[in-house]
Structure formats: C-alpha cells, structure tokens
Nanobody, 126 residues
Framework: QVQLVESGGGLVQAGGSLRLSCAAS????????MGWFRQAPGKEREFVAA???????YYADSVKGRFTISRDSAKNTVNLQTNSLRPEDTAVYYC????????????????????WGQGTQVTVSS
C-alpha cells in the first residue's frame, strides 16, 4: 500500500499555470505506475495523465500539449505541470497509484488504480 497526498491546487486565471504535486509514502514507490485524474462537478472522474515506472507518459487528448506529468523517484513524488489552463480544466484533481512490480505497465482507467489521494481543487476563472 502507498499513501498519497496532493498539493498545489488553487485559483488561477485562464491561460495561467499550476504545478500539482503528489507525495507518496510507503514502500516501493518505484514499483508503482502513477496517474492523475480529475472530476468536475456533476461529471464522472476522467483520466488526465499517467506515467510508468520508466517514465513513459500518456495524456488525455484534452490536455495533450498543455500538461506534463513527471516523477521524481528520489523524492517519491509525481508532478503535474498544468499550463494554458482553461475554465473547463476546473475540477478536483486526484493522484492515483497502482503496484506493477517490475513491469512497464501503465493504466489510463480509474478502476485499474487501488490507491488514491484526497484530491486538490483547481479552479480556472475566465
């Protein structure tokens, strides 16, 4: 098991940037695939970005070219740099982790992740 704590959310104007961070505690962070999801009011949770153990990244089409996911194994953190933010990016952003051992597996669906943070609110004003 791994515990996840997100930070970095806030209120920003359209076109602005935020850097979200997810701190992981527990054992074997390097054996987890990591992902970011978001949920807007009245909508289902949706995939944003994911990163494998080796750093291979995947993005939702809606954020491709604007968001960047990265991981720092020395600090046990995964970050989401969000640029050119739009009002439609407003949501609670969740960090997720799933144990993959020594494989390069990465997941883009929320039901594949067993470990979740509490979320951090991102609000983009127009």
């Amino acid at each position: 098991q791994v515990q996840l704590v997100e930070s970095g959310g806030g209120l920003v104007q359209a076109g602005g940037s935020l850097r979200l961070s997810c701190a992981a505690s527990g054992r074997s962070f390097n054996n987890y695939a990591m992902g970011w999801f978001r949920q807007a009011p009245g909508k289902e949770r949706e995939f944003v970005a994911a990163i494998s153990r080796s750093g291979i990244t995947y993005y939702a089409d809606s954020v491709k070219g604007r968001f960047t996911i990265s991981r720092d194994s020395a600090k046990n953190t995964v970050n989401l740099q969000t640029n050119s933010l739009r009002p439609e990016d407003t949501a609670v952003y969740y960090c997720a982790a799933q144990y993959v051992g020594y494989t390069g597996t990465v997941f883009t669906t929320d039901y594949d992740y067993n470990n979740w943070g509490q979320g951090t609110q991102v609000t983009v004003s127009s």
